[in-house]
């Protein structure tokens, strides 16, 4: 499974954007990217995902680099509730589709 | 909706003991996941499987079996505890849809203490 490599820790303030970075230079034509974030004492929970494209949702938006090596999470009004472990995740679309996680980027959310 | 959901929440074992976590979903679907995650650290595949009466190893399966007979339930084995099993569990299941990659729902967990 193709590595990805994101911050330990960000900080930011509450109702402020958050853009959280993910580099995966090794990432092959069949993989998907995608966020899961964990809230402390919870199981992940799914975010977004996409494949060239940007993509958003009503939690987030997710930029992906034209040339697919890095891609950026986009909180785009940060609330107390957004303090989580952030895993950025590549699957490839064939097979079962193990997620392999890393150590994640914490963000924190000063009030 | 129930989703993904693990039983116990909690259970504290004696070194040596056995024990089976359970894990059902009713979203009908196929690929379901049982991960581990120790302190400070994020989630390890024990075991997974694709569907009904197919399973296979993840990254740490030592210690662990499991079986999948039906397509909603996904029981992970403990058959004798060791301290290293001292662990958060978490079970996971996703639709499988040719081509196209669908996130995994994730259960609560069950917090295991070997002690």
């Known amino acids: 499974d193709a590595k990805t490599t994101q911050p330990n820790s960000m900080e930011s303030n509450e109702e402020e954007p958050v853009h959280l970075p993910c580099n995966h230079s090794t990432i092959s034509g069949t993989d998907y990217i995608h966020w899961y974030r964990q809230l402390p004492s919870q199981g992940p929970e799914y975010v977004i995902h996409?494949?060239?494209s940007n993509v958003n949702n009503r939690m987030a938006s997710l930029a992906i680099a034209e040339d697919r090596k890095s891609s950026t999470l986009i909180l785009h009004r940060a609330t107390l509730r957004d303090a989580a472990v952030y895993y950025c995740?590549?699957?490839?679309?064939?097979?079962?589709?193990?997620?392999?996680f890393g150590q994640g980027t914490r963000l924190t959310i000063n009030p | 909706n129930a989703g993904v959901t693990q039983t116990p929440k909690f259970r504290i074992l004696k070194i040596g003991q056995s024990m089976t976590l359970q894990c059902t979903q009713d979203?009908?679907?196929?690929?379901m996941y049982w991960y581990r995650q120790d302190p400070g650290m994020g989630l390890k595949l024990i075991y997974y499987?694709?569907?009904?009466?197919?399973?296979d190893k993840g990254e740490v399966p030592n210690g662990y079996n499991v079986s999948r007979s039906t397509t909603e339930d996904f029981p992970l084995r403990l058959e004798l505890a060791a301290p290293s099993q001292t662990s958060v569990y978490f079970c996971?299941?996703?639709?499988?849809?040719?081509?196209?990659?669908?996130?995994?729902?994730f259960g609560d967990g069950t917090r295991l203490s070997i002690l």
């Open positions: 996409g494949l060239t």
């Open positions: 979203m009908n679907h196929n690929y």
């Open positions: 995740i590549l699957i490839s679309d064939q097979g079962a589709q193990k997620l392999v």
């Open positions: 996971a299941s996703s639709l499988a849809l040719t081509g196209q990659n669908q996130p995994q729902h």
């Open positions: 499987s694709v569907g009904a009466g197919i399973t």
